[in-house]
Every structure is written in structure tokens, then in C-alpha cells.
């Protein structure tokens, strides 16, 4: 049985709307079966009277801003993962599936030879208002099986009602007492100091596979991660993207001549298109496995500066011009200024 507590707390400085102003993720508002998540003055904000900690949001927050502090999720995920059963519902996690994270489904049906999700109990559900937390669950599923496609593996789903006898489920009642009292688990692989949780496990994930397969790209795009790239001709190497980059996806070179990138910290968050001025960023729709599980980066772009022979400023130089971009927009909109000076 599901254990309820209204316990869930939220981390502003890990929300995405507390690194850049203008985000605009609600996914965790879009989630909330209860409406007790909401946004007012561009941040989240719970209402703890009406939450029932269903914690539906947890499974959507892509840098583990809200969490409950009853729980510890990474555990019982790796107990699963650890364990001969294929089954996976809730009463076996004693929490919603909901709260289960895209990576983290991708990571047990990586280290399962067979997963399925019992769903069976989703629909008579009381705090599946709205079939909210199974579209969370459904939707969650199917993306982790477009990734696990390539690996030809998929996680299942049963909405079949099973019927135990009393022997049945007293023989899986203690089965899992003796297992909780003896098992021991180490979970020093999925902590780190900047990324959430379920991106260091879907690391592991891919560390424990990656190096068997012929062909480590995998074409497509997923909501989750991204692959990006920057137009050289439009870079103005000005450093918003590094600067507010929430998970240091993107960083400098020594010199502040390259920008670098790790897929691998990439959450999909989108400052960096938002908060680039000419629109340099866009999506490569395609991904290199070595690279996300060993965390290398790759080089985006890299700059050659000269100085300006208007304003004596050093710019990114693209070809050999010799003026840098303001000077050539100041020349070209207000050189009138100049005339009607001289006249």
C-alpha cells in the first residue's frame, strides 16, 4: 500500500525558473492531479492544504528540485534493479509510479532482462484525479521505450488485475521483509554534486552497455537530453549561454576562446536557446552514447578574436573583416548623425 505524507518540498535554487528569470517550465504544475502546485511571481509555489504528496511532480522535474523527504527513491530503484522480479508497481515501491522519472525507467529497462509496469490499479485509483498520474506514468513509459527502442528493449505495461491466494501473498510478504532486513545496497553511484539523481543512475545505465554495442549513435530526439550545436557565423562568443547554463553542460576553454559541450548534463531546459540573442543554438538530432555515459565533451565552436580598428575593441572575427559588428551597425544606422552635424 502506498504510504501518503505531505512532505514534499521544493528547492528553489535547483528550479529552473531560479537560474533564468524567464523560464517557463510548469511541468510540474501541468502534472498536479490536486492543482497544488502553482505559479505566482514566476516561481513555483505549493499549497500544502490541498497536496495529498502523491508526488507526481517528483517524476517530471528534470533537475530534482522537488523531492520527499519519506522517500528515497534512488534506493528502491536500485533494489528493483537488484532483484530477480520483473514487476514493478506500486505496491512493491510503496509509492506512486508517477514519481518515477523518464531516466531512471530507462535505466532499470537497461539493467532488466524484462520490466513490466503494473498499472492494473491506476484507473479505480483515488489519487489518480483526472487520470493525471497516468498520463505522467503512460507518457513517461513511452519515451523511455524510444530510447530503449535502439537497444531493443522496451518496458511493459499490464493493466490486468491479478488475483493472489493468502499463501501467495504471504509467501511475497516476507520475501520482501527478510530482503529489507538483509539487503544491502550501495548507493554512492547515484549522488553527485550537480546533477539530479536520475541522470548519474541512467549514466551507470549506459556505462553497463555501451561499450558491447557496434554502432554507440543513436539518431533521434528526445525531451529529456539534447544534442546541441552553434552557428559560427552568428555567435557573438558572449557567454550568456555558459554563465546560466543550470548544470555546466556548457563551459569554457582556458582561454574563453571555445565553448565546450557534455551531453551528459544536458537536461533539455532550453536557457541556452532562450537566452541567446542571435539565435545561435540549435538541436543535433542525434546522440553519441559514449559520450553521455563517460561525460566527455565535445567543442561547439571556437573563436578567433582581432581588434577593431574603429573602437580598438577585440571581436569574435569570422572572416578577415577588420570593423567588429557594432561599429558596422553604428556606421550603417547613424552615419546620418554625422551629416546633419557637419551641415
Known amino acids: 500500500m502506498i504510504e501518503l505524507k505531505n512532505d514534499i518540498k521544493i528547492e528553489p535554487l535547483k528550479c ?14 501541468d502534472s498536479c492531479p490536486q492543482d497544488a502546485l502553482s505559479i ?8 500544502h492544504s ?40 506500486c505496491e512493491d515501491m510503496k509509492f506512486c509510479l508517477s514519481m518515477i522519472h523518464v531516466e531512471e525507467f530507462i535505466s532499470m529497462g537497461l539493467r532488466k532482462d524484462e520490466m513490466i509496469c503494473d498499472l ?5 485509483c483515488e489519487i489518480n484525479k483526472d487520470n493525471k498520474l497516468l498520463d505522467t506514468i503512460e507518457k513517461n513509459i513511452e519515451q523511455s521505450n524510444d530510447f530503449l527502442s535502439f537497444f531493443e528493449k522496451s518496458v511493459k505495461k499490464t493493466y490486468e488485475i491479478k488475483k493472489q491466494d493468502r499463501r501467495e501473498i504471504f509467501r511475497k510478504f516476507t520475501q520482501n521483509l527478510v530482503k529489507a532486513q538483509e539487503e544491502e545496497v550501495d548507493f554512492s553511484e547515484v549522488y553527485h554534486v550537480e546533477l539530479p539523481t536520475h541522470r548519474q543512475l541512467f549514466q551507470n545505465s549506459l556505462k553497463s552497455v555501451v561499450l558491447d554495442l557496434k554502432d554507440t549513435v543513436i539518431v533521434g530526439e528526445f525531451d529529456f537530453i539534447k544534442n546541441k550545436k552553434i552557428d559560427f ?21 582556458s582561454d574563453k576562446m571555445t565553448v565546450l559541450f557534455q551531453d551528459s548534463k544536458c537536461i533539455a531546459c532550453h536557457i541556452c536557446d532562450d537566452i541567446c540573442k542571435p539565435k545561435s543554438f540549435s538541436n543535433e538530432p542525434s546522440l553519441d552514447l559514449v559520450n553521455v555515459a563517460f561525460s566527455r565533451a565535445s567543442k561547439l565552436i571556437e573563436h578567433h578574436l582581432a581588434v577593431c580598428s574603429e573602437c580598438k575593441t577585440p571581436f569574435s572575427q569570422k572572416k578577415d573583416e577588420k570593423i567588429c559588428s557594432r561599429c558596422v551597425d553604428f556606421t550603417t544606422n547613424y552615419s546620418d548623425i554625422f551629416k546633419m552635424a557637419s551641415e
Do not use: M, W
Not at 16 to 29: F, I, T
Not at 120 to 124: D, F, L, P, T, V
Not at 233 to 253: H, K, R
Open 120 to 124: 492494473s490499479k491506476c484507473a479505480k
Open 233 to 253: 557565423n552568428t555567435c557573438t562568443n558572449c557567454g550568456d549561454c555558459v554563465q546560466f547554463c543550470p548544470t555546466n553542460a556548457l563551459s569554457y576553454s
Open 16 to 29: 529552473l525558473r531560479g537560474d533564468y528569470l524567464y523560464n517557463e517550465c510548469s511541468l510540474c504544475v
Open 50 to 89: 490541498i497536496c495529498n504528496g502523491c508526488a507526481g511532480c517528483v517524476g517530471v522535474c528534470p533537475t530534482q528540485a522537488i523531492g520527499l523527504s519519506h522517500i528515497n527513491k534512488s534506493a528502491e530503484i536500485l533494489k528493483f534493479i537488484g532483484d530477480k522480479n520483473s514487476s514493478l508497481s
Open 40 to 47: 505566482k511571481t514566476k516561481r513555483v509555489n505549493i499549497n
